[in-house]
């Protein structure tokens, strides 16, 4: 059974940093089978960062270049890195594992 847990959000201010967890336990783990996604009030859940089966990292245009998606295979964990910031970075942030597995989600909510 796959299970997600992740880990790391809170409130910070405008032009802060948070880096989010993702531990993963069940099946075979594999950075390039994971994804962060979030979900805004009001709003549609979105990718935010993921990796692709050719390799490269994908993000999503509003977080290019202020986040970053990593993980160790060891420890079968992935990161999200993000800074600067802003408050419509508000939302809950899902891990996600090909196959439509989920994390319960952690909630990250940018504000002065």
């Known amino acids: 059974q796959v299970q997600l847990i992740e880990s790391g959000g809170g409130l910070v201010q405008p032009g802060g940093s948070l880096r989010l967890s993702c531990a993963a336990s069940?099946?075979?783990?594999?950075?390039?089978?994971m994804a962060w996604y979030r979900q805004a009030p009001g709003k549609e859940r979105e990718m935010v960062a993921r990796f692709s089966v050719f390799g490269n990292i994908v993000y999503a245009p509003s977080v290019k270049g202020r986040f970053t998606i990593s993980g160790d295979n060891a420890k079968n964990t992935v990161y999200l890195q993000m800074n600067s910031l802003k408050p419509e970075d508000t939302a809950v942030y899902y891990c996600y594992k090909r196959g439509d597995y989920w994390g319960q989600g952690t909630q990250v909510i940018v504000s002065a």
């Open positions: 069940g099946g075979i783990f594999s950075i390039n089978y």
